[in-house]
């Protein structure tokens, strides 16, 4: 009984041990993490660089402009230049990195946007369900973005520093101490509306070309009261207060007839019409044949930006819609 006493005691010690030694990793791990905040990264440098410059850019605009605010989709979707002669207004293509998701690119466009301005939102559809940390927004919160990182909630923080890999402390260091080449986050493909150049378009191989035939229908499930419906719902929001026009449309995404046939998108436009928002055209704006894209189901080649822009303002005028206030 004694022998059985004795064993029930060293497991529960064992145990007692093993926690306590987690749970003082854990704590180690997440002051480490902690300490690093604000930190660049070669990785969060290629990220933030490009990005401040064209809020610098933004900002810099005196006149009141239309804003085309998104992920890559918008930055390799529309030509604000060719908006900009068209309409006869100034237009800044605000097109960010997708992953990055709805909070930081939203959070990011109002440094930019100005009482009068008019925000053209034209998010990809996976930005609407996809509220995950991931490597991108993680580098780009921790690198450069702390004061949307101090926006967030102990919790959220925690879960944050939590997802961050310990290998980041070492890029920190090597970044700090010039063992890369920093030159890398200098390159930014760009003009003064903020679109991508022709040379962001190099030839792309067969093989590439292949992948993009493999995409399948996107399987969309939206909900009213989803975490990224509030962050929107946030926004407009806030542009009322500020006097700035909030204005909607569809992302360029690969044409597939099942879109149609099951109003895959039906519940996001039901969404945006009960925030009571001017939407341009109807999902299918958007669509267009997988010969139109670059590199990814989101991203069109350099002709096919152009074609896109005229459709849409084609639709604009046909909608008679008012870009500016």
């Given at each position: 009984?004694?022998d059985?006493?004795?064993?029930a005691?060293?497991?529960?010690k ?7 030694t987690a749970v003082?990793?854990?704590?180690i791990?997440?002051?480490?993490m902690?300490f ?8 969060s440098a ?7 410059k064209?809020?610098d ?7 009141q402009k239309?804003v085309?605010i998104g992920g890559?989709?918008?930055r390799a979707?529309f030509?604000a230049?060719?908006?900009s ?14 992953a990055?998701?709805l ?6 466009a ?9 925000a ?8 609407f ?5 991931n490597d991108?927004?993680?580098s780009y ?15 959220d923080?925690i ?7 310990l ?20 390159n ?12 962001s378009?190099?030839?792309l191989?067969d093989?590439?070309?292949y992948r ?7 399987q ?10 509030s962050?929107?719902k946030?926004?407009?929001?806030y542009?009322?207060?500020k006097d700035?026009?909030v204005?909607v449309?569809w992302?360029n ?5 099942e879109?149609q046939?099951?109003?895959t ?6 969404f ?11 999902p299918?704006?958007g669509?267009?044949?997988v010969t ?10 350099y002709?096919?930006?152009k074609v896109r822009?005229?459709?849409?303002i ?12």
């Open positions: 009984m004694d059985l006493k004795e064993k005691y060293d497991f529960k064992f145990l007692f041990i093993t926690i306590s003082v990793f854990l704590l791990n997440l002051a480490v902690a690093t905040v604000g930190m660049q990264t070669e990785r290629r990220l933030c660089t490009p990005i401040k064209r809020i850019i933004g900002s810099q605009i005196e006149e239309v085309l890559s989709g918008v979707g030509s230049e060719l908006l002669k068209n309409m006869d207004i100034r237009a800044f293509n605000f097109g960010l990195q997708a990055l998701g909070e930081v690119i939203l959070f990011e109002k440094k930019i946007l100005r009482p009068g301005d008019t053209v939102l034209v998010f990809e559809y996976n930005q369900i996809d509220h995950k940390w991108v927004r993680l919160a921790f690198g450069c973005a702390t004061d949307w990182f101090g926006t967030l909630s102990f919790s923080k879960t944050a520093l939590l997802a961050v890999e290998k980041r402390l070492y890029e920190v260091i090597s970044y700090g101490t010039g063992t890369i080449n920093k030159s890398q986050s200098e930014n493909y760009g003009n003064k509306f903020g679109d991508r150049e022709k040379k378009f190099p030839k191989s093989e590439q070309k993009l035939s493999l995409y399948q229908p996107l969309f499930n939206f909900t009213h009261s989803s975490d990224q419906a962050v929107f946030d926004f407009v929001s542009a009322k207060e700035i026009k204005i449309s992302p995404t690969i044409r597939h007839e879109y046939k099951l109003g998108f039906s519940s996001l436009e039901s945006f019409e009960s925030l009571g928002l001017q939407i341009i055209g109807k299918s704006l669509l267009y044949p139109s894209f670059y590199d990814t189901q989101y991203h069109l080649n002709d096919a930006i822009t005229e459709d849409f084609e639709e604009i005028n046909k909608q008679d819609i008012s870009l500016l206030k």
